[in-house]
């Protein structure tokens, strides 16, 4: 079992700057690739990015490519997220997820584990 609490989530303005954390406890942080969704209200859950368990390979969604990034600390057993030039579309609930593959994925169903959500809120 993996728990997951994200946090950082905020009211910014179009072109901020805003850092989400994910704080993972429960089995081995190390053996879980991490990604990040978001959902808008009366919208689909969205892929944002992911990172693999090595922390060598990311992936990420097209509408935050150069802008966002993921990275992690294993010390820490905390995936961040990094979100720049910030935009109101970016506004969401943004979530974390744990997956037990190597590599991640950009698709929910292959997660095994969530986090409550943190909600952002980017205003023009």
């Known amino acids: 079992q993996v728990q997951l609490v994200e946090s950082g989530g905020g009211l910014v303005q179009a072109g901020g700057s805003l850092r989400l954390s994910c704080a993972a406890s429960?089995?081995?942080?190390?053996?879980?690739?991490m990604g990040w969704f978001r959902q808008a209200p009366g919208k689909e859950r969205e892929f944002v990015a992911v990172?693999?368990?090595?922390?060598?390979?990311?992936t990420y969604g097209d509408s935050v490519k150069g802008r966002f990034t993921i990275y992690r600390d294993n010390a820490k057993n905390t995936v961040y997220l990094q979100m720049n030039s910030l935009k109101p579309e970016d506004t969401a609930v943004y979530y974390c997820?744990?997956?037990?593959?190597?590599?991640?994925?950009?698709?929910?169903?292959?997660?095994?584990?969530w986090g409550q959500g943190t909600q952002v809120t980017v205003s023009s």
């Open positions: 997820a744990a997956d037990a593959s190597p590599f991640g994925s950009n698709l929910n169903k292959d997660y095994d584990y």
């Open positions: 429960g089995r081995a942080f190390r053996a879980y690739s």
């Open positions: 990172l693999s368990r090595s922390g060598g390979a990311t």
